[in-house]
Every structure is written in C-alpha cells, then in structure tokens.
C-alpha cells in the first residue's frame, strides 16, 4: 500500500501540475472495476512487480497496461501486442512506453482488445483450474483423478476422471 506520506502529497502535487479536473482520488474501494474500466491507460510502476493483479484487473476489462519488464508483468503481457512494458521503472523509461498508447487511439483500442483477448484465454478462473489440473496429472505420471479447484466466487468445479464416473 501507499504510505500515508506519500498518499497525502498526491493532492497538492495534482493541483501543483494544474491536473484537479483529470485526476480521481478514491481511496480504497471495494470495487476498482468502474474506476478502472472508465481508464484510458492503467500504468503500473512497480519495480519489481511480483505478479500485478491489477494488469489482469485491466486486461479483463479491455484497457491497454504499462508496466516494467520484469517478474509478473513480463509473464503476463506480450509486449507491443496485449500492453506495452517499459525496460525499467524511471520515469523516462515509463514515459516513453506510456507515450506509445496515449499518442495512438487506435493502439490503445488494439491492445485493449488484445488484451482482454489474453485474459480470456489465460487468466480466467475456469481456464487457470484447466492448467492447475493438467500439471496435476502430469505430476502424477497421467494418472487421472478428480481434482477440485475452489474459485474466488465459491463455486466448486472437478476436473478429470473419477473410478465410476463419479467424483466423491
């Protein structure tokens, strides 16, 4: 999270850069989707980034990312085709990626789509319990045998073959 003096110079900074009608300040929100769904680009600065929950927050919602090369942004984005990775977290670096989306409308509505495309396929919870159950199998040399993944809403699903047809 923010610490608490860096979270309380960001309004003075927004006004000092003349950005007060352009800028929104929420604090925390049990719902970022609206706020994130309504962006033009989502730029994640962390460096380093272990995984970047946010850029799939993003992708599922069609808004282009940035971020910097590196640990989970870089096993999540294909640079240039689902989002754009800067090659490090100064602010030259990332304005130069950022500049890539905001000069181009249509870059950014390409790989926004791109995007969510990437998430579609990769990231959803039925797709992630799919992979979780191959590498499963794999592991126990082919051996099939139910194995349940618990999502996020609670739902329960099985995947692979039960004796009998029928998981316990």
Known sequence: GL??????SLPSLVDELGLEGEVTMTGHVPDARPYIGSMDVLVNASDPEPFGIVLLEAMAEGV????VD?????????DGRSGILAKSGSPADLAQAIERLVGSSALRREIGEAGKRRFLATYTEDVMCERFFAHVTQAR?????????VGAN??????????GGVAP
């Open 154 to 163: 609670g739902k329960h699903a099985a995947y692979g073959e039960h004796p």
């Open 141 to 149: 040399g082919g051996m099939e045998r139910t194995v349940g993944c």
């Open 64 to 67: 282009p990312v940035v971020a």
């Open 70 to 78: 590196g640990g989970g942004p870089a096993e999540i984005i294909e």
């Open 3 to 8: 610490s608490p003096e860096y979270a309380s």
